[in-house]
């Protein structure tokens, strides 16, 4: 055996999410299904440890002195106060609800002035003209 | 909410020398996924068998004009079920958080945990590796439990990383039910040990085959630090692990081998106890009855062979259990696990020539400090194969 353990030189994001040797299931119908349950459960982890987090931020500065963690729960708004929280879930769905929101923008375009064109079309139509 | 189980936070898994060090968020990881691994066990999990008896059952008589009178028509008709599906996904997902999460966590510290590891192992005569050994196809064809890289492959040579993904995570499947260094089995085993000492049977040479980072055994070496131990394994990145780890818990008394359990360079007769835990479904068809032929080859006379595992399926055993148990065939990488689970682990034993008339089955549940870490003989959730409590088929000679 040498003197010194060999170094690696690795990425360790890109290793970490190696996928295992061997053909992965389908548990849905579609496939689509299946992408967006391991995103969805991966943000549900990334949220979970997020909690924890906040958690103890809130412990940690109880612990000082710095927080009254009661003093959270208890908490009430200003009327400005109110409001500007109330925008902020706003601004958050709409982010979240994107794209109902853009499906339906479509749907009245096309009632309005007929289906967009593909843009194969537009790509088309603007390269012979 | 008095009432409610909650696993043990990861804070409380021990440290021991080449133990990955977590910090917040990769703890906070785990915590996530032990609560989640039991909601999915506690509270879905029983809408699986509600779903197969009120809808899917029905469904396939309404269709074929019989209930279900196969594992695999069991099968059939719940995978177009929609809970079923829905389990069986996040499932899955489960067993690939987990990994992604044990690597992420142990691969930015690579080096550190490689270097702690060489340190330890250095011209220690315990730790034997043969590169000559080749990883046998069972172990080659998936990467068990999902796990990439399996229990063999090194980033450089001298890597443990494998190992060390695999030790970090072993918390996160039971809940904490395996304790403190995940070693519940091999503690069970060492008290399992102590009562036979006391009635007399005192074996002088132990072997653990399949040993991977020596969880299993590294308790029965601590209980009796007089007793010779080999363990083997194919892996050499599992058995650099398992040899530090040992080491640094203080334990000198075991040589880790890489060797294939098929055909050991052992004499005739040179064990007293031979062990296999969770091993024996990781095999092949192929394989394991050479592997019981050789445990039979070794076996001093008096001596005992324990083949720790899950139940096997058996006859007596409701189709729609054996349909569950079944999952990790398909969806966990565990290719072997259902036909192994068919088989009579007795008549495979009396053909490697073992005398039928002194097999039996032991009950061995995870021992574990219960005023922290949850016991399995305590729990009631059927989780179909994931709880660390266990089947011990027995042989002696």
Known sequence: ?129 | MEDRQVPPAYDEVGQHGVFPQANHDERARFNFLANLNGYLASQVLPGVATAYEARAKPRFAEHHGHEPQTRKEVRACMEADGYYQSWSSIRRNTMEMRQQAGRSLVLRQINDINERAHALNKNDSNLQLDDSVKVPHYVSAVDIHCMPGCYYTELAPGDVSVGANYDCGLFVTTGGMLGRYSDGGGQALANWLKEQYEAGFRPRRVLDIGCTVGHNIVPVAQAFPDTEIVAVDIGAPVLRYAHARAKSLGVNNITFRQANAEALDYEDGSFDLIITCMFLHETSAKALPKILAETQRLLADGGKVLHIEQPQYGEDMPLFEQFMRDWDTFNNNEPFWGAMHDMDLFEQMADAGFDRDKMSILGLAAVVDESIFPAAANDDTEDYGRKPAWHVYVACK
Not at chain 1, 6 to 16: R, S, Y
Not at chain 1, 23 to 37: A, D, G, I, W
Not at chain 1, 100 to 108: T, V
């Open chain 1, 1 to 129: 055996m040498t003197d010194a353990a060999v170094t690696l030189d690795i990425d360790a994001i890109a290793e970490a999410g190696r996928k295992a040797k061997g053909k992965r299931p389908q548990f849905f119908e579609m496939e689509e299904s299946e992408r967006l349950m391991g995103i969805l459960m991966a943000v549900v982890e990334e949220l979970a440890v997020t909690r924890e987090r906040l958690d103890t931020v809130e412990r940690l500065l109880e612990a000082s002195g710095g927080l009254n963690r009661e003093a959270i729960d208890s908490f009430h708004p200003s009327a400005e106060q109110a409001r500007e929280r109330g925008l902020m879930h706003q601004e958050y769905i709409a982010r979240v609800m994107r794209v109902l929101q853009q499906e339906r923008e479509a749907l009245e375009e096309a009632q309005r002035r007929g289906p967009d064109k593909p843009l194969e079309q537009v790509s088309e139509e603007l390269g012979n003209s």
